[in-house]
């Protein structure tokens, strides 16, 4: 077992200073209109698709046959990184696909990423225009928003996929064949297939973060101090049974530990040299967020 260094770099980092280092690329709410809140990119092209129910609506015709399908497009997106990006978006069904389907697909004419969905609403995640297919058993019910998030580390070959904030897909994923085609629909181009449903909140960022990383939402007062061994957590008296996390930077949860009101000590003796988050949760759901750089 190897000891920490006594030189260990520790920063306090909130959600949206974690996210300083981190740029939000595109931020389409799609709740009203078509605008990008970042103003970094165009309007997101949108053709009889509606905004309902908290969303805008793609009825699962595919446009280019029949005009009266949906459209929804992103421009090219500015500045993103093909290497290293985080995509999250909100989607409710309105009906399952007699086959598998997309919910978004990553490339109008190079389909490089894509999350699909099937017959008995079973998700799974396609790359490289379905040269490489993950299936699922998981279910994303009917008229319920749900959450995807995807994320790719070229270095770390890394392919990951959450579904509502837990780790559904993690694949080795040497190369995606994007031919710098960063724009995201609602349908395979190819061959025509469009979802059927809602989207909102497509947020795209220039780096693989962990899901659920990315909101400040007010959890204050913890504070944490690092010997050569372990790390000490204090958690105010007055909250209970928050949640630790233990996270590297590639997505991947080590270890998940309720901890109590007062010190909480937490050995770092196995840890390798390198960056970490540490991420707690409160009973209300509220979070923040730690930074550790092991040397």
């Known amino acids: 077992m190897k000891r920490l260094q006594l030189a260990i770099l520790l ?27 970042t103003g970094n990119n165009d309007d997101i092209l949108l053709r009889n698709a509606p905004f309902e129910n ?8 595919y446009y280019n046959s029949d ?18 990006f985080t995509l999250k978006l909100e989607f409710r069904v309105a009906e399952y696909p007699e086959f598998s389907k997309p919910v978004f697909i ?14 008995q609403g079973r998700l799974a995640l396609m790359a490289n225009d379905h040269g490489d297919f993950f299936q699922t058993n998981t279910v994303a019910g009917l008229d319920s928003w749900h959450s995807v998030t995807l994320t790719y580390n070229r270095p ?45 909140n497509l947020k795209i960022y220039n780096a693989a973060i962990p899901s659920g990383i990315g909101e400040n939402n007010g959890l204050t007062g913890i504070d944490v101090a690092v010997t050569p061994e372990d790390l000490r957590i204090v958690i105010p008296q007055h909250e209970t049974g928050v949640v630790m996390q233990l ?42 967020v730690e930074k550790i750089i092991i040397m």
């Open 247 to 288: 996270i590297n930077m590639s997505g991947s949860e080590l270890s998940r530990q309720t901890l109590t009101a007062g010190t909480n000590s937490i050995s770092t003796t196995l840890l390798d040299s390198g960056s970490y988050l540490l991420v707690f949760t409160n009973k209300d759901g509220r979070k923040a």
């Open 11 to 37: 920063a306090l980092f909130s959600f949206g200073s974690l996210f300083a280092q981190t740029s939000l690329l595109a931020n389409y709410p799609l709740v009203s209109d078509a605008a990008d809140a």
């Open 156 to 200: 770390l070959k890394q392919l990951s996929l959450y579904f509502n904030g837990n780790l559904l897909i993690e694949e080795l994923m040497p190369l995606l064949e994007h031919n710098n085609d960063s724009r995201f629909l609602n349908a395979h181009a190819g061959i025509g297939f469009t979802f059927k449903g809602y989207w909102r």
């Open 54 to 61: 908290g969303g805008v609506y793609s009825n699962g015709i």
């Open 67 to 84: 005009t009266s399908g949906s459209d929804i497009i992103s421009p090219l997106i500015n500045d993103f990184n093909f290497d290293d």
């Open 106 to 119: 990553g490339g109008m004419l190079w389909r490089w990423i894509g999350v699909y969905l099937d017959e």
